[in-house]
């Protein structure tokens, strides 16, 4: 019987990978980043989740994450070549057997992890710019919050394996000369569509608007102009989401593609 589709990950079937699946995929992951700021948005800084001891953590924040993680590792979370854990160190090993499908990616992804950049960049300058400044007290709350924006934002970031591989599979011949040169510039060119980029921004500022929305049951509801421009108070700011995106999500996933690409002919 066929298998259902899965919008948010092209990378079960080995056949079916194309650029067009590989982008559909990393559309229906914005769906699930904006929708994890607005949740975590809703709390306050809540700056004490990032210092306050617990037990022998530093902090609510490293305790919830390496427990959350040591957990879903159990589970089989880090079998998925595009899933990897912020604290790798001592993590228990997956209780489930290997995955049956064969590998879509070259081994060299398993090289590739950005994860430590991508906290540092998250709670140094994501956070102080999506929460309000703020203390509720909701710390364990807010670091599971944390945890679900980081995992999604990693996620998406790391699925830039897929996208480098369908590219090189596409046209070997374009990519082969740079690999073999290891010119980084060249690869970064050659993988970069300007066009796709800007149509991404705008594509998640609109979500942000959409789903950001407060409902009420008057009409004074936030809307999307007709020229585009929007109206009213939204639960993140869409032009943040945007710009998240533009200086961080995006270069990220361009970085993950050029190192794997690097490492492709090994
Ligand atoms: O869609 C692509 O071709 C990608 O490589 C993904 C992506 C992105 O991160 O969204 C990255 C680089 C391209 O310039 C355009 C978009």
Known sequence: MAEAPKPNSASKNDQSLTLEKVRQALISQEDTIVFRLIERAAFPLNSPTYHHKISSSPSVFNFIVKSTEALQSQAGRYEIPEELPFFPENLPPSLLP?????????????????????????????????????????????????????????????????????????????????????????LMKLLTFTNVEEQVKKRVEKKAVIFGQE?????????????GTVNGKYKVDPSLVSRLYGEWVMPLTKDVQVEYLLRRLD
């Open 215 to 227: 409902v009420s049951l008057d009409n004074n509801t936030n809307s999307v102009k007709q020229n």
């Open 98 to 186: 290997p995955p049956a499908d064969p590998p879509v990616l070259h081994p060299a992804a398993a090289s590739i992890n950005l994860n430590k950049k991508i906290l540092d960049i998250y709670l140094k300058q994501l956070l102080p710019l999506f929460a309000v400044p703020g203390d509720d007290g909701n710390y364990a709350a807010t670091a599971s919050s944390d945890l679900d924006c980081l995992q999604a934002i990693s996620r998406r970031i790391h699925y830039g394996y897929y996208v480098a591989e369908v590219k090189f599979r596409d046209a070997p011949q374009d990519y082969e000369p740079a690999i073999r040169a290891q010119d980084r510039e060249g």
